[in-house]
């Protein structure tokens, strides 16, 4: 028979509110222990997504520039994008990269599994470095986005002065370095 720690905290109940095609509201009932009051928690959830740090051939990193309503401001960001129904994260990491950048991803080397908000999201980001095939760049096929090059100096200037600070990609970044992928 399992112990007490063993079985809690569980998960009670869970109640799904669709909020649009992108987001639903989860609410979730909580036991901690045996005999003690639930606890009601809510989170967003939506579609998992990827999260790219790509490196064309001639060694400069691809950005994109977006408005984002959340934050009411434009952000610099790394490809990315939500995994489409049935798409795993390698065919959705290589649809984005071309669709954001125009390239064609050549390489790609799976950075792990992250939580982008422990407290408020219930989703996966699947965070991968990307090498390009040698090639000229298609145009972009996403209205609204900008795309720019940098060299790694300059990204690292654009993180440090605080134009470049999403945190995830942030993450995706470190999980990079922390894997030894040299990206001067």
């Known amino acids: 028979m399992p112990s007490d720690e063993e079985r809690y905290p569980r998960i009670v109940s869970r109640k799904v509110t669709r909020l649009s095609p992108w987001v639903e509201v989860v609410e979730k009932q909580v036991q901690f222990e045996a005999g003690k009051e639930l606890q009601t928690y809510h989170c967003l959830t939506q579609a998992d997504y990827v999260s790219m740090l790509v490196r064309a051939a001639d060694g400069r990193f691809p950005l994109i520039r977006q408005y984002r309503p959340a934050v009411e401001t434009f952000t ?109």
């Not at 939580?115 to 980001?125: A, E, K, S």
């Open 76 to 184: 610099w960001e790394l490809p990315a994008g939500t995994l489409d129904p049935g798409e795993s994260p390698e065919q959705a990491a290589r649809r984005e990269v071309l669709e954001e950048t125009g390239l064609e991803a050549g390489e790609l080397l799976d950075l792990g599994d992250l939580f982008p908000d422990t407290g408020r999201l219930q989703v996966h980001c699947h965070p991968f470095y990307v090498t390009t095939l040698p090639q000229e760049a298609r145009p972009i096929s996403e209205e609204g986005l900008t795309l720019r090059y940098v060299d790694h100096a300059e990204l690292k200037r654009m993180m440090i002065c605080g134009e470049f600070r999403y945190s995830v990609h942030l993450a995706v970044y470190a999980a990079a370095l922390v894997r030894g992928i040299s990206l001067d």
